[in-house]
């Protein structure tokens, strides 16, 4: 077992490459993590949650079509230089504080749709031999503090391997990965003693969920060299910390806050709600909207 103190997380890997064809027409051009929530692209919460929990650089895996995301987290030159010179200074800071720094991003291309171990295995080079996280975007966790700071912090104390977990209705277990959970430390955090891939409801050891954010060893990188296709033909980033189990300590951590599945389009709507409904400048006009939505 892995009981050396731990290295800092320092990188985030963020897989963008899948197409989004639940989202058609919408994602015919632009990325599904360009789709925005209020007036936010779903990306940007991700990155800023990274930011938030001190990473310092970012490691987007790409496809073709998906040069919208670079050109999002680069400066737009003429654009900010306008808001500057009209004074437009509070939209500027906004623009300057929402991307990473210079030199800060790296972006690499899954050249086929293989799968989500595939993905993070296409940026072994730019993670390197250092832990890591994974954020999926599409997962957006509305929390304070974010929760990739959470689990960095759960992660400083314990070391090893941590997965976000939540639990969902039965309805859902199929949809996501399913942890088996064996002893606990606090009220949050308890050993994981297995997985499973998007398990039929009869096979789920439980109803909590792979939530989309991981902190991982660079030890994952060589299980997902070997890994062969898992659930629906794809080589999954499950399977391979499944592998890595038998090796090394994993810990699922119950985050505090909601999480809306952008990838799911009742999910997508309902993000949209909440994050407008947070929001100081949009929430007393929105909210008697909805309520005469809602008694209709
Ligand atoms: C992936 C993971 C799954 C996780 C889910 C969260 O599945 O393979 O374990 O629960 O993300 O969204 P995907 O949604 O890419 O099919």
Redesign the pocket.
Known sequence: MNNSSPRKVRKVVLPVA?LGTRFLPATKVIPKEMLTVVDKPVIQYAVEEAIEAGIEHFVFVTGRGKGAIEDHFDMAYELEATLKARGKTAAFEMLEGSRPVAGGASFVRQQEPLG?GHAVWCARELVGDEPFAVT?P??LIHGRPGALAQMIETYNARGGNIVATEEVPESHVD???ILALGESYDEDTHRIIGMV??PKLEDAPSNL????RYILQPEIFDKLEKQKPGA?GEI???DSMIALLKEQDFFAYRFKGTTY?C?DKVGYLAANLAYALDRDDIAPAFKPILQSFAEK
């Open positions: 899948g989500l999926l599409d997962m949809r996501y990965g891939e998007k969920i792979i939530s989309g629906g999954q980033l499950t599945d990838g």
